[in-house]
């Protein structure tokens, strides 16, 4: 029997033990479809109270990995909750057993210690990786993901008995784990790290995310448009340069969607499961959906959703913008999110003066974003970039044509209607190329358009919904790229 292909996969979260966006959906479903072609993939991630609270540690693995001033570090082994497979969790009380967000309290402030506490996590992961690592397994590939583990490759770089191969992921090139140079002391990386401007150095201060672009053996981003967007000084958030110099290097590989998570036919979240044949059942969840939200009770009124961050990358201040002629032509919204305090406030504002045709939920649930995929007519996604994106993958399993903008894996995943007159026959939604607010308001009345031409409209919607959006084809090309690693 051949050797199975050992991938230990290090992530700051991983669905369903903690979530903040879709880093959280792709770590869980991705080593999930990894191991489902018989690779041996486990996951590494830190012990935060909400993941300890969510796995059953009794007669797990218990190792002593390291001595910091607060206490050892401890490595615990889990199994992912419904699936089986191994996950190591790393255990220290002062850097993560905490109230609040997994890179934030409850307030909204950084966590001041962040730097050591995804230090700790790369460097578990280096430690993991090396020919003297503890277990008894050991990876052949150590893939990272975001800054939060780019430091494992540096490790790696600079250990005596490096093992295994290195593959960084960029889900989101915005946030690069930059830190104070001094810290370079308290992380366990040579001095000669922050010498040499080709370590880990950045603009005098220390960069996580620059660590794993510049040493990982292969780096990956979520979207083949998004690889090479980020060339560009535009999208490339000063680390352009770099990945123009490792550019051979860098692959972008579309992000798969959880299809048992996110189906129509079988999701217990909505009132009434439904197919491509039975799109009429979408009536019930539109109706039930309208209710739970006081919204007014009209099947037959357009209902445009947003499901968010509410961060600058998403675009969505374009939408606020264009709220009061979209109330005008008597459309319905609804908003899922939290983030930008400005934009909660005008959001709210909104659901305040337009009772019945405004509805805004501020805060996370998963539930709601469920019935909220299968009740809307449309989904608003208007990004100014965007790596990947899953709602609106989300959206068109649903039946529900999104509306985005023209970048990233927006781009990769929509094909646009064109015009009523003239539509495309594979159409699956509507794009718009500038981040403008009149640009999203143009596409958003093409929308109606079809939207008033039933035929059509569902002609889209079952377009949306043949699509294969699931791992399977994605989770295969990993693999490919694990194997010529390991070969070169
Ligand atoms: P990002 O990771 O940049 O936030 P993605 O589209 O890749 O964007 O993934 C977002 C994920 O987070 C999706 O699973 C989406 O349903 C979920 N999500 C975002 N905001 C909320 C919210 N307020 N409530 C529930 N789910 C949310
Ligand atoms: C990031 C990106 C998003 C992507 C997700 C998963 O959060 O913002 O576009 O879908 O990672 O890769």
Redesign the pocket.
């Known amino acids: 029997m051949a050797k199975k292909l050992k991938v230990l996969f290090a992530t700051s979260e991983t669905?369903p033990l903690i979530?903040?966006?879709?880093?959280?959906?792709?770590s869980g479903a991705l080593p999930a479809a990894l191991n489902g072609l018989d690779l041996d993939v486990r996951i590494l991630i830190p012990g935060y109270t909400r993941v300890l609270e969510q796995m059953e540690l009794e007669n797990a693995l218990k190792v002593d990995l390291l001595y910091t001033p607060g206490g050892a570090v401890r490595l615990l082994e889990g199994k992912m909750p419904g699936q089986g497979f191994p996950v190591y969790v790393v255990d220290h009380a002062g850097l993560y057993h905490r109230d609040g967000g997994p890179y934030q309290g409850a307030a909204g402030h950084e966590w001041a210690d962040n730097a050591l506490r995804f230090g700790t996590l790369s460097y578990v992961a280096n430690l993991l990786s090396e020919q003297a690592s503890p277990l008894d397994w050991q990876p052949d590939i150590l893939h990272c993901n975001d800054w939060q583990t780019g430091l494992a490759p540096a490790y790696l770089h600079y250990s005596a008995t490096p093992r295994a191969r290195t593959v960084i992921t960029i889900?989101?090139l915005a946030y690069q784990g930059v830190f104070d140079i001094k810290l370079v002391d308290s992380l366990w990386l040579p001095p000669e790290a922050v010498r040499e401007i080709e370590g880990v150095e950045f603009h005098d201060q220390l960069s996580f995310l620059k660590a794993g672009l510049r040493f990982a053996d292969s780096i990956t981003t979520v979207s083949p448009t998004y690889a090479r967007e980020i060339q560009d000084p535009f999208f490339g958030c000063g680390l352009e340069g770099l990945l123009q110099h490792r550019f051979d290097r860098l692959e972008g590989i579309l992000?798969g969607i959880d299809t048992a998570d996110w189906d129509p036919r079988a999701d217990a979240h909505l009132v009434k499961n439904y197919t491509a044949r039975t799109l009429s059942n979408g009536v019930e969840n539109k109706r039930a959906l309208q209710q739970e939200l006081g919204l007014a009770q009209h099947p037959d009124v357009m209902l445009l959703g947003v499901?968010?961050?509410l961060?600058d990358?998403?675009g969505l201040d374009l939408f606020a913008d264009i709220v009061p002629e979209l109330l005008n032509d008597g459309v319905q919204i609804c908003l899922?999110?939290?983030g930008d305090p400005v934009l909660e406030g005008r959001f709210s504002e909104f659901a305040h003066k337009h009772l019945g045709q405004f509805a805004t939920?501020i805060?996370?649930?998963?539930r709601?974003?469920h019935r909220m995929?299968a009740g809307i007519d449309a989904f608003i996604?208007p990004s100014r970039y965007?790596?990947?994106?899953?709602?609106?993958m989300?959206s068109m399993a649903y039946g529900t044509p999104p509306i985005v903008r023209h970048t990233g894996g927006l781009a990769d995943s929509v094909v646009d209607a064109g015009s009523l007159e003239n539509m495309q026959s594979d159409a699956t939604g509507f794009v718009f190329e500038h981040a403008d607010a009149g640009a999203l308001l143009h596409a958003i009345r093409r929308a109606q358009a079809f939207y008033a031409d039933l035929d059509k409209w569902h002609k889209i919607q079952r377009n949306g919904m043949a699509c294969d959006f699931s791992w399977n084809a994605s989770a295969a090309h990993y693999v490919e790229l694990y194997e010529e690693l390991l070969r070169s």
């Open positions: 669905h979530k903040t966006g879709g880093l959280a959906d792709v889900h989101n992000n499901i968010s961050r961060a990358q998403k899922l999110g939290s939920y805060g996370y649930n998963e709601l974003a995929e996604m965007e790596p990947c994106g899953l709602n609106q989300y």
